[in-house]
């Protein structure tokens, strides 16, 4: 099992910018993808961002140039740097592991709020 725990949301203005961070902990082995996703109200869940399974990254077209994912594999953590926010990215981020076997994990949420 892997857990996953997100945090670093919050509310700030447009222009603004803030860094979330997702913390994984438990049997992390064989992953094949890591992304973040986010989720508006009424809307699908969406990728923003995330490291392929050869580690490239890619991005949603409504981020490039804004937002940047990391990771840090020592310290199991994954991040998403988001700069220039607008308040179309308000929404609930959530931190997302795909294993090479099917397991798919995610977290619990972060809320980030973007005031106009």
């Known amino acids: 099992q892997v857990q996953l725990v997100e945090s670093g949301g919050g509310l700030v203005q447009a222009g603004g910018s803030l860094r979330l961070s997702c913390a994984a902990s438990g049997s992390i082995f064989s992953i094949r993808t890591v992304g973040w996703y986010r989720q508006a109200p009424g809307k699908q869940r969406e990728l923003v961002a995330g490291?392929?399974?050869?580690?490239?990254?890619n991005y949603a077209d409504s981020v490039k140039g804004r937002f940047t994912i990391s990771r840090d594999n020592a310290q199991n953590m994954v991040y998403l740097h988001m700069n220039s926010l607008k308040p179309e990215d308000t929404a609930v981020y959530y931190c997302?592991?795909?294993?090479?076997?099917?397991?798919?994990?995610w977290g619990q949420g972060t809320q980030v709020t973007v005031s106009s």
């Open positions: 997302n592991i795909l294993t090479l076997y099917g397991s798919d994990y």
């Open positions: 490291f392929t399974s050869d580690g490239e990254t």
